[in-house]
């Protein structure tokens, strides 16, 4: 994993620090080309570099505080012809008010349906001569007029802004094109033979010889503002659409909150809650921030956030999510991050990074797009130039030109990556998986090695109770209870797990309302385990060293029962009173349900798995038999510092590997893998480091997110394959005469709408 973040911006040529960034809500863009004209641009200034998406209309920009100021960037791409601002935060009072976009989207629709209604019987009238009648071409200009100079007014607008700039983009394209078309019919008609009463003539689907003074090209100009206005719209509608997930995930929170306050509850907007303020929360309602609940004990829906069905049971001390819904009881929980600080807010941060971000095949796209307009303009000169040399027909010629123009629109190959990677990024967010940037895609198809972290990651890195092996003549029951009352004062992991299987045990036997009994003169023995006095007994629990120091030894069947223990994996504990040996408890880490099954999918993927863990190798081989792993894949006794040196390891035997880890001592892993998963339920310093989060402690979900970047990333290869096929098929079909440019019309909208439909597929991804 490179050690830039995917999604930053490309390193400038000036040596000044870029010390400053700011993302530009850009305006006005209508193709990759006007993307790939402010990029070029802002990356001119001293002290900057940016990378502008056009999917996203956003410009994300690294700059030195010290030569520039934001002020400086936005005016610089108001000069380039386009608007910029700084997006406004979001408040949660405006969650009701109408989104700019769709209002937008709205307009286009209007302008569309407008277009339409004026441009279908000059369409027909023109294609069909039957329809013809006397005079039937003044009625098409007085129809095609309104939608050509109306209709078409935002290409027209954007093509002049972008000839005062000296530039030429997909607005040039089709502005030329259809005012071409409409000029030559004005001609035709006014100073030709085309408005003489009586005129017919039929619709060709290539650019047939005629006479150019009676030939109208109405249904061109025309059909061909509809039809690109059709591609914008539904272009338009399918971003919205892949963008939802986002604008989704960002809304999920809590609109207000009830606070206590000096005993009562106070109803405050959400943005005003702190840290450290407790809040209620009744059944039915979400979560207002991250925290910890101190009071309660309900089952939270965390659905929306991880895409886990299964309500997760919360108490006293545990930690909570915002967003989340209580399906339980009433619970008050303390705030521990609130603002832009929570979970929720991270979340939808890492999703738009990664869709504002640029893969590297997608910098080629936008290079191409930059000097492709420029060149279909030569090409479509040098058609006209060659048509008319070659068979001195000016209306063939000009039909073969326009159709270059129309059909040549490099729409496709702007939005072959980026709604992709809209959608795929989006639909990861909503199961809970969240992709860093779009160069993990391309990792996720190379890597064939993955190493699992155990504790935490396979395991639950919870210790828990599994055996209690009494000795001859003694109570199991009574062993537990009186062993499990002695841990219950210790802090110890493995005192806890026997303290919670005694409690579990008590409860069961006695009911609810059973408890432990009381430890007096209790004491901690360092490195060797605990004593005190139990309802008169004095108790040892602890390592074998601890009794044989007090001159107790372990009766053979003991012994025996504790080395077997251990032999599986497990930890023994020995417990005594009253001068002998009593009994052994034995507890283990436990293996996730879902790991074994984990296992098999990321085999099922391809994929090598390998298991880390600085425990014994004895517990390690023990999980590894558990979930899958082959005895040669495990690496065990392994310090925290060393698990990098692992990762290296198994890159220098030429493997491609994935590290999947949630504690700190698995960020310097993440970091060195080539692709780093970092479990959501682990360190901040884990997530940092992983290429991609898996919200839920599930190691399913592993599997999941590498399925869904490899088909995030054919979908993405998929759409540039077609984008790039498209324009080269297409341009020499269409100077060789073989299109009518309305057909090329409708084939450039057809493509746009065909690669922002293929990524929208990736929505239905499980």
């Known amino acids: 994993m490179n050690s830039a973040t995917p999604d930053s911006p490309p390193e400038p040529a000036s040596p000044l620090p870029l010390d400053h960034h700011v993302e530009l809500t850009v305006g006005g863009m209508t193709c990759a080309s006007c993307a790939a004209r402010i990029e070029k641009k802002l990356n001119r200034m001293e002290g900057v570099a940016a990378t502008v998406n056009y999917a996203t209309e956003k410009a994300r920009i690294a700059y030195d505080g010290g030569t520039v100021g934001v002020p400086d960037l936005i005016a610089t791409v108001v000069k380039t012809g386009y608007t910029a601002e700084e997006p406004a935060p979001p408040a949660a009072d405006d969650r009701d008010a109408e989104d700019p976009a769709d209002l937008e989207l709205a307009a286009l629709r209007q302008r569309l349906l407008v277009s339409a209604v004026l441009a279908t019987p000059v369409i027909l009238l023109s294609m069909v001569p039957a329809l013809q009648f006397d005079n039937w071409q003044w009625l098409s200009l007085t129809l095609a007029a309104p939608v050509v100079v109306w209709g078409a007014l935002p290409f027209h607008r954007a093509a002049w802004t972008n000839l005062r700039h000296g530039a030429a983009t997909m607005d040039t394209l089709v502005s030329v094109g259809t005012l071409a078309a409409f000029g030559w019919s004005l001609w035709a008609l006014f100073f030709g033979d085309a408005g003489m009463p009586g005129m017919r003539h039929g619709f060709d689907l290539t650019a047939g010889r005629a006479d150019g003074a009676s030939t109208v090209y109405l249904e061109v100009a025309a059909g061909v503002t509809v039809f690109i206005l059709l591609g914008r719209w539904l272009e338009a509608r399918s971003k919205r659409k892949a963008g939802a997930a986002l604008r989704a995930l960002m809304e999920l929170g809590a609109t207000d909150v009830a606070v206590l306050r000096g005993g009562s509850e106070v109803r405050i907007p959400v943005r005003r809650l702190a840290a450290g303020d407790r809040f209620v929360v009744r059944p039915g309602e979400k979560v207002a921030t991250d925290g910890t609940v101190v009071e309660g004990s309900s089952a939270l829906d965390a659905s929306m956030l991880t895409g886990e069905s299964v309500p997760v049971d919360v108490g006293p001390g545990d930690r909570v999510t915002g967003a989340t819904v209580n399906a339980g009881g009433r619970i008050v929980v303390e705030a521990t991050r609130v603002g832009a600080d929570t979970q929720l807010a991270r ?302 390891r198994l890159q220098a035997q030429g493997r491609i590997v994935a590290m999947v880890g949630d504690g700190v001592n698995d960020a310097a892993a993440l970091a060195t893998a080539d692709l780093g998963l970092a479990m959501g339920t682990g360190t901040d310093a884990a997530i940092e480091a992983g290429d991609l989060t898996l919200v839920r402690g599930d190691l399913r979900v592993a599997a999941d997110a590498i399925r869904l970047s490899r088909r995030t990333l054919t979908t993405i290869k998929g759409n540039l394959f077609w984008a790039f096929g498209y324009n080269v098929a297409a341009l020499p079909l269409a100077a060789a005469g073989l299109l009518n440019p309305m057909i090329a019309g409708f084939a450039m909208a057809f493509s746009s709408v065909f690669v922002v439909t293929n990524s929208l597929r990736l929505r239905t991804f499980t």
């Open 347 to 648: 979340m939808a941060r890492m999703v738009e990074d990664a869709q504002n971000g640029k893969a590297q095949v997608q910098r080629l796209a936008d290079r191409i797009s930059a000097v492709f307009v420029p060149v279909v303009l030569l090409i479509a000169l040098g058609t006209l130039v060659t048509w008319l040399l070659v068979t001195d027909d000016p209306t063939a010629a000009f039909t073969a030109a326009v159709a270059v123009l129309i059909i040549a629109c490099p729409c496709a190959l702007g939005l072959a990556t980026p709604t992709a990677l809209m959608v795929g990024t989006g639909r990861g967010a909503q199961l809970g998986i969240l992709i860093k940037g779009p160069e993990v895609l391309e990792s996720t198809r190379r890597v064939d090695t993955v190493v699992l972290d155990k504790t935490g990651t396979v395991t639950t890195g919870r210790m828990e109770l599994k055996d209690v092996l009494p000795a001859a003549g003694v109570d199991p029951t009574e062993l537990l209870r009186l062993a499990g009352a002695l841990e219950h004062a210790s802090e110890h992991p493995i005192a806890q797990a026997v303290a919670a299987g005694a409690q579990a045990a008590g409860s069961a036997a006695a009911g609810a309302g059973a408890g432990l009994p009381e430890v007096t003169d209790f004491a901690n023995v360092p490195g060797l385990g605990v004593e005190g006095v139990v309802e008169g007994r004095k108790v040892l629990v602890g390592r074998e060293k601890l009794l044989t120091g007090r001159g107790y030894e372990l009766p053979p069947a003991l012994a025996a029962a504790k080395a077997a223990a251990e032999a599986s994996g497990r930890t023994a504990v020995a417990v005594a009173w009253d001068g002998e040996a009593r009994g052994v408890l034995t507890v283990a880490d436990t293996v996730k349900d879902t790991s074994a099954e984990a296992v098999a999918r990321l085999r099922a993927l391809g994929l090598v798995p390998v298991l880390l863990t600085g425990d014994n190798r004895a517990v390690a081989d023990a999980v590894a038999a558990e979930v899958g792993i082959g005895a040669g894949e495990v690496y065990a006794e392994v310090l925290p510092e060393e698990k990098a040196d692992v990762v290296r």
